[in-house]
């Protein structure tokens, strides 16, 4: 018998020689020189480290798993839940899913806005019409016009948290695979990394707080963004372009990002040397995607205005309206019932007449204001805007500059985190949630070159520990205080930052040496900030706010997010401003050669 | 050891976190039971516990167990002291819920530290091995099911079993072995299944000489004896003095209250007297090989054996009681090939037969979603894991096996979807009929292939 049946079929070849290149994950052991994971989520690829394995098997694992931690999320409460008179988020996307399929098109921006009037682009209208019409197909009462405000019933909790997901799985986690997957071509790191580095990401606790406690469709948004950016890094600028309109016609808060892509696709049409047909492409794409984004809209309104069906009686004309010519404005133009629709989609859409800041968030404004230091109250509007514009402004120019100056795709993660945390922390009408905007392409840099060493792993870490704790406020208000400290701890335990692990700041057993470590400043102001969250969670859950003073734990709360988010903002120009080479005398063209 | 990643703690800390998650899943009536247990034994003397009737739900189980709920009773009323009244009828308070589900966490510590010790106390050569099967109890689907949605104790009482287990791998701990398995049948009773084959192997290799069966060694059957009799005494002792015994056994064992109470499965337990007999003949082969070749490898298989009587022999039996025969079989499961062989097809009908357990919409993405993880990622390591064998595998069982799992998938969808867009809400017999015969095919597959392996072995 030459080959014996009770064999094994497949004789795997158990030490496969695997790429050089490592982002940090693995360390040597200090006593026995053997290799050892350097954080525990490395624990759990550790077995097929080395061994051939499909990687459509490690895959779907890692998508079966995250999706099942977020799935679970799920089970708890959601934003409003139980809470009249207006509830909350959830309400919101269940009433626009009522309100897009039951009413005419050119009724959507103008209904009954008292009641969680329609207010995201109209991407978003569009999603919830897909997403209404399921569910009524599901279950009619869910969406019952007028009758089904407020529903807290079991069966459409589970029929919207399924609508989160699904819309997550289509556009978002491929986004992140395809993103970090060029990420790891770009900086040569063996796939086995980056399917850590993707677990990592998909993990975040931000992010699974939000979209699947509060409830929100951020994740689809935040999608879009990735696609963008992988289809920059795959060097496919036009269906970048496509896929950041998509973005932004889904959730207005990704402009933090806009001034950066377009400085980048400014910058590559400019660099090194001018390339105008790429600069008309780039501009007729953005301009038809933009187009197309609003057409179903601008055709149901043809549709309206063809029965001569009205607005609804309550429905006010847009107040930008005013500032037109009059050969556009007046009501007998042909134009009118159009130009109508895209600017009262304009006005809700930016609500230019709410606060500087809404609740309380661990930005520049807030910080300022609740502190003490200086109170806003006094300012007009007007004031308060115009110096809000001038400081962002400010902030988002210098990575803005060096994405334009240097389009180098390994910028385009730390400038977009810069970009967007310097939105964050001097805009306008910043809400907490929106948070996850920095943080999305600061994690991707786990996925890039030394991304799971300390010196980087610690930041990353820093800022989406930091992050979840500033959402914690609005997360005890939802009943989610125990998926957050779950999530938040499982992420920091997985990937060995505190508060369960210092071994990013003591343990120098990190395989490629001194660059590799935290600066002592860094690690002295991290552990600072850690010490002050897990104080304030301590505070917070045991001793009462003084008389008068209900927000106080609040605003203690914002105050250290705010500084640690300054922070952050600083340490991701600096990576940016590394990583575009200008500093190195201006010689990358060197650079470029020596790679 | 210190080369195996990820550790049992590591996989323990993940685990948890999905367990915490799912605290707000559906439970089922058993977590009321369990509850009205917690109120019985905190409010009234031990010698009511076995007659108090206020919830249809009476304390049928052993009385280690209602001391146990004595204990969590102690901390419970911290919690919140509802819980503990017994007129509380379907209590649930999220304070109950959370102290319910995280005492279910942390008794399952038990498990953990038994592996842990399992695995210590394999030989060198097979440490990879026991490591991987240490895990994939750890992580096992069916615990996370049965224990954590639908709500039982089970990983704080396999945990002894197998701690029992392990203890019987060295002679100078055997005596150790049946008394803790003695305890375990004090706790909950349906472990008296696996009973023959502790008695077989005690017998043989602690009471009798290792030459020749006559050499019987009578200071170890002493102390084999009074320690038994000294466990039990100490639960039934109280119930033997206020003369309750037979109210007690009435409630451990309601077949002899007659079959009308056998309508709900945990009342299963049941028809004990009259089971035994059957279920002792098929198994009277196995043990006269344990009793010949007193090895612990023919023990766990011989415990195996038993745990597969009762399952497919067994009156009135529970889907839950797969437990009785996975967890015993996942000792062994990695000892060569062929023994793989037998458990892949078990290792999959015996999950997917306790996902009628589960029929809301809400947890059917969690359970299929993770026994799905836990398939791939076990069975695949398994495969890398598993020696050769000496013998030649059987060709025929090996095709069915690898065919077997294939079909999981399309049942799966037939029964969650194809069946209610084909036939609305007519025929709901059907999928619940499929996926009985599916498991049933697996697990009597599994059976007879496991037999063959055991008994040419």
Redesign the interface.
Known sequence: MST?????RKK?RASEVHAATSNGSIMLDAT?S?E??AF?LA??F??TKG?P?SSW?IL??IL??T???R???G??PYSGRARPPMHGDFEAQRHWMELTIHLPMSHWYFHDLEWWGLDYPPLTAYHSWICGQIGSLLNPDWFALYLNRGNDG??LK?FM?ATVIISEYLIYTPAAVICVRQLGRMHNINPWESSIALTALLMQPSTILIDHGHFQYNTVMLGFTLASIASLYAGRRLWSCVFFVCALGFKQMALFYAPAIAAYLAGSCVFPRLNSPRLVGIAIITLASFALLSLPLLLGTAFDTYRSLPLPATATPPPLLASLPAVLSSEKSILYPYITQLLQAVHRIFPFARGLFEDKVANIWCFVHSTGVHKLSAYSASTLSRASLLLTLASITPPCALLFLAPRPQVLASALATTAWGFFLCGFQVHEKNVLLPLLPMTLLLAGKDGMKPSVRGWVGYANVLAASTLFPLLKRDELR??YF??T??WS??LALPPTSLTVYFGSTARSGEEAELHWTSKVLHLGTYAAMIGWHVVEAFVETPEGKPDLWVVANVSIGAAGFGVCYLWCLWQSVVASRLLEGGRWETAKKKQ | MADQFPTLAQCAVVATSLKVLLWPAYKSTDFEVHRNWLAITHSLPIDKWYFEETSEWTLDYPPFFAHFEWVLGRIARYVDAAMLQINNLEYDSWQTIHFQRATVILTELMLVYSLYAFVRSSPAATKKQAHAVALSLLLSPALLIIDHIHFQYNGFMYGVLIWSIVLARKKSTLLLSGIMFAVLLCFKHIYLYLAPAYFAFLLRTYCLGPRSVFDIKFANCIKLGVSIAAVFALAFGPFVYWEQMPQVLARLFPFSRGLCHAYWAPNVWAIYSFSDRILIYPQIPALLKLFLQPSWDNFVATLTLCGYASFLFGWHVHEKAILLVIVPFSLIALKDRRYFGAFRPLAVAGHVSLFPLLFTVQEFPAKTVYTLVWLIAFLLTFDKLVPASEKPRVFLLDRFSLLYTALAVPLMVYTSLLHHMIFGAKYEFLPLMFTSSYCAIGVVGSWLSFSVVHFTA
């Open positions: 014996p049946s009770h064999r094994p795997s026995s053997r050892r994971p525990p624990a759990f550790w077995p061994v394995t098997v779907s694992s079966m798993l999706g099942l931690f799935w679970t999320t089970f708890w079991h069966g589970v948290r125990i998926p779950v999530l701890g499982l335990w997985l």
